[in-house]
């Protein structure tokens, strides 16, 4: 399914969400939580993950505009061993792989909001003895936000510290 036609349903099913429930000024975790699960409800979880871990060629392409909308920890194992397989079948493919992470939107709430996410990943990641990690070339940081260094801060320890050598920040990418 293109992206377009995700990103149309994804909205509508966002906007029905905060139509029907009252948008939150404040405490907005659980509620975002809650929204997600209701737009991932009526969409095809393969569907969505293609369009959030997108490949071209050895690259990896990390939507975070759309996985914000409909991530939540029901997901995090499946979005996890989506997230595995792509990279495998480039490592496959191609013998090592980059990710290019948009982080067009990303704020330090979400930073902390989604931290679950990338230790699921990274447990899973290191359990799995498939040796992904090595096979990852390096780790383009696309339209970071102004406190991108204390957001890595927060996220790299929880994954690995050997991923400090792999980041490259790159400032105004096309989004």
Not at 91 to 117: H, L, P, W
Not at 148 to 172: E, M
Request: hydrophobic fraction near 40%; glycine fraction near 4%.
């Amino acid at each position: 399914m293109e992206q377009d036609d995700i990103m149309s349903k994804i909205n509508s099913a966002k906007e029905q969400f905060y139509s029907d429930h009252q948008k939150n000024m404040f405490f907005k975790k659980q509620q975002k939580f809650d929204c997600a699960t209701t737009v991932m409800s009526g969409l095809n979880e393969n569907q969505v993950f293609a369009n959030i871990f997108a490949t071209k060629d050895d690259i990896i392409f990390f939507n975070y505009p759309l996985f914000k909308t409909v991530a939540n920890p029901e997901y995090y194992e499946k979005m996890a061993d989506y997230l595995f397989m792509m990279s495998s079948n480039l490592i496959e493919t191609y013998g090592t792989y980059q990710i290019f992470v948009n982080c067009t939107g990303i704020t330090i709430s979400a930073v902390e909001r989604y931290k679950d996410f990338v230790i699921v990943v990274s447990k899973r990641g290191l359990n799995n003895d498939k040796g992904l990690l090595k096979k990852l070339s390096i780790i383009h940081i696309c339209n970071p936000p102004s406190f991108v260094d204390h957001g890595l801060k927060i996220l790299i320890p929880l994954v690995d510290n050997n991923l400090w050598t792999k980041i490259c920040i790159v400032q105004d990418a096309k989004k």
